[in-house]
């Protein structure tokens, strides 16, 4: 599976291509991450592992802006 198929906010079907796009163009921050994309403002499994305690979630936003 490509990079640009999985999907790290299952919610709101955003692409982990989509979230690296905007880092890419400095975006430093989960918060600013959640305010251009949204990803992670449902049920947050996708922001960290700390709310993936099944570990559904392949890519985590925390992992994506270090």
């Known amino acids: 599976m490509m990079y640009e198929e999985v999907i790290v906010c299952e919610c709101l079907k955003i692409s982990l291509k989509e979230i690296l796009k905007i880092v890419e163009q400095g975006i430093a921050s989960i918060e600013e991450i959640q305010s251009y ?29 270090k």
């Open 37 to 65: 994309t949204k990803a992670g403002t449902i049920c947050k499994m996708c922001v960290s592992k700390k709310y993936d305690i099944y570990g559904e979630r392949a890519v985590h936003l925390e992992e994506l802006i």
